[in-house]
C-alpha cells in the first residue's frame, strides 16, 4: 500500500532529509510543482516565470507512517509564518505549500493548520497555503538526495540560509 504527500518548504533540497530515513518512506523527490509549464526545467522555474513551486513528493505507506505525522513533521522544517519564501530563499517559486491530493489530505492539513494556529507557537498568522495537487516534475538528477551528494555543501547552506537556526529556536 501506498500513498504520497507533496510539500513545497523553501528549497526542495532541505525538504528531502527531514522524511528520507523514516520507516515507511518509500521515496522522496526533489522537483516542481504548481505551475503551468509541463516538465519545467530547474533553470526555468528560477526565471519566476513558470509559476512552479520547489516541492518534494514523498512516496510513503500510511500503514507505517500517517499523512498527519508527515504534516507534522513538514511544519517542523518551515517557518509557517512567511508567505513570500523560507530563510534565504525568497519569492514563489519558494511560497510554503501543502499540496494534498485527496479530500481526507485536506482536512488532516487544514486542522493540523489551526491547531498550530491555536497553539501560540507563533505570534504570527500561519500563512503556509493548503491546495490541490498539481502534476509534480521531478527535478534534474543533480538535485536528487543532494544532501547526501553534497554533504558539505548541504550542511554549509541549511545553517547558511537561516533554516537550521530558526528550527533550533523555534521546533527544538
Not at 147 to 157: F, P, V
Request: aromatic share 14%; charged share 20%.
Amino acid at each position: 500500500m501506498k500513498d504520497t504527500a507533496i510539500f513545497a518548504g523553501g528549497c526542495f533540497w532541505c525538504m528531502v532529509k527531514p522524511f528520507d530515513s523514516l520507516p515507511g518512506i518509500l521515496s522522496v523527490v526533489s522537483g516542481f510543482t504548481g505551475g503551468h509549464v509541463p516538465h519545467p526545467t530547474y533553470q526555468e522555474v528560477t526565471t519566476g516565470t513558470t509559476g512552479h513551486t520547489e516541492a518534494v513528493e514523498i512516496t510513503f505507506n500510511p500503514e507505517q507512517i500517517t499523512y498527519e505525522e508527515l504534516v507534522a513533521i513538514y511544519w517542523q522544517q518551515t517557518d509557517p509564518t512567511d508567505a513570500f519564501g523560507q530563510f534565504a530563499d525568497r519569492g514563489d517559486s519558494y511560497r510554503p505549500v501543502i499540496y494534498y491530493n485527496s479530500e481526507e489530505q485536506r482536512k488532516i492539513a487544514e486542522a493540523s493548520k489551526a491547531a498550530l494556529q491555536a497553539s501560540g507557537r507563533f505570534t504570527d498568522p500561519i500563512v503556509t497555503t493548503i491546495e490541490p495537487a498539481e502534476p509534480f516534475y521531478p527535478a534534474e538528477d543533480y538535485h536528487q538526495d543532494f544532501y547526501k551528494k553534497n554533504a558539505a555543501h548541504y550542511n554549509a547552506y541549511r545553517e547558511g540560509s537561516g533554516r537550521a537556526g530558526f528550527i533550533r529556536q523555534n521546533w527544538t
